[in-house]
């Protein structure tokens, strides 16, 4: 019995014809848009549509920049940029309760998933396994320098990553100003307290 006995004619003859179209398909290829060559523009290709032959557009007005500071961009932030220690330097500016609020957005947003809302390094990823940071209110952290939580923010720290290409220098001294005032929220003597509110402190 022969392979054609086998098998019905019309299945057969289905299984030829569909052979022969994957074959001849396949030189379709190039003819469709490839996937890796798309119809979009690369970084400074050039462009018949726009004027000077460039693709890239000049940048509009109030363009916020993603990465500043001094710093080449980067994902760490420091490519190329000798480091300058200014780990003794104390806020270099008046903090006025704008700088706190802007402090406290900042640090919410950026320091809260590991040093936890008040900064005692419990945030939601230490909870799910992330090492813990330590706390912002043991003895040595409170009486290190400003400077020293700048630069942990501007190069980073063990392991943690430096934030240098997300908070912006103005943004790292209000952060530290906001941790200045978490420490101050858990170390506060009665006698610090102004005298109208130790009043209703000391007798609620
Ligand atoms: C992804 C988690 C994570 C985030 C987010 C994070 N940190 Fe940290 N931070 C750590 C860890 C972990 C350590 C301890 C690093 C080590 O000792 O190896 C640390 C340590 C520190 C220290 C202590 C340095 C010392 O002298 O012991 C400071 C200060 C600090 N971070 C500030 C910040 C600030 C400010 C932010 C927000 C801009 C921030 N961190 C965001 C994880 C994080």
Redesign the pocket.
Known sequence: MGFRHCLKKEVFWGCIVLVAVLFLSSGCENLMQDMYDQAKYEPFEKSELFPQGQSARPLMDNTVVHASGGFASSSSGRVGIKKVDISGVNIPFPVTLKILQRGQE??NI??????GLVGD?D?M??RRG?????S?H?E??RN?PDG??YN??TWG?????S?AD??EPQD?WA??AY?RALQLSQHTRLADVPKNVRQSLESG
């Open positions: 900042r640090y950026y320091c809260t998933p590991c040093h390094g945030g990823v230490v992330f090492p813990r940071p330590p912002y043991s040595r952290l290190v020293h939580f942990v923010m720290f063990g392991r943690m990553l934030y997300r908070i790292r952060i530290v941790i």
